[in-house]
């Protein structure tokens, strides 16, 4: 467990930070960049939950608060050397995207048929679960910049991806498994 006795250390009043192997990088380092985006995409999750979701979706939801505080860490956490034992046993795995694949079909059986593109909204939990997919978005693009500089677990890249789907999948469970969505009506041109 972990135990915080003092929030501000004033270790960052310079624009230094750690990561979680106790290498000292910027704030600009994009370790920390794509960390931030991570932690976003929670806090996000977090207002959806407080905008009004099932139980069910709740709990989900809430799993994915967990599961992204372990993919944070893993990001955090360099990847060993070849000489070194890994300081993070719990790195994400192939199973964790399979996990989220599973969760996915399961989701969007129930779902009404996708005959348009869906736009950002519907219900306030809908609409924040859509701000969370563009985020994550965004996130993976951050791990993918991070990952030409820097080994990293390629697990954080997949598991980004299928979140996003995810996240797709659940805002159209908080709009009543899609029949509350908002399409996308294509302008007419005059000619």
């Known amino acids: 467990m972990v135990r915080l006795d003092r929030i501000y250390t004033r270790g960052g009043d310079a624009g230094m930070t ?12 994009g ?22 979701t099932s139980a069910e979706l709740s709990e ?17 956490v360099p990847l060993p050397t070849d000489d070194e034992p890994d300081r993070l046993p719990t790195r994400l795995s192939n199973d964790d ?33 859509h701000l969370a997919r563009s985020i994550c978005r965004r996130a993976e693009l951050d791990v993918l910049r991070l990952k030409e500089t820097e080994p990293l677990n390629p697990a954080i890249a997949i598991c980004l991806n299928r979140l996003s789907d995810f996240l797709f999948v659940l805002a159209r469970a908080a709009n009543d498994d899609g029949r509350n969505d908002v399409l996308w009506t294509p302008r007419r041109v005059e000619s």
């Open 97 to 129: 995207a399979t996990q989220l694949e599973r969760l996915i079909d399961q989701f969007s059986e129930r779902q009404a048929p996708l005959n348009s593109f869906v736009l950002p909204g519907g219900s306030p939990a809908a609409a924040h679960l």
């Open 18 to 29: 750690s990561t979680g192997g106790g290498q000292r990088v910027s704030k600009l380092h």
């Open 60 to 76: 989900v939801l809430s799993g994915l608060q967990q599961f992204l505080f372990d993919l944070g860490a893993d990001l955090c």
């Open 31 to 52: 370790r920390i960049v794509a960390g931030g985006s991570v932690d976003e995409i929670n806090c996000t999750i977090g207002v959806a939950i407080t905008a009004g």
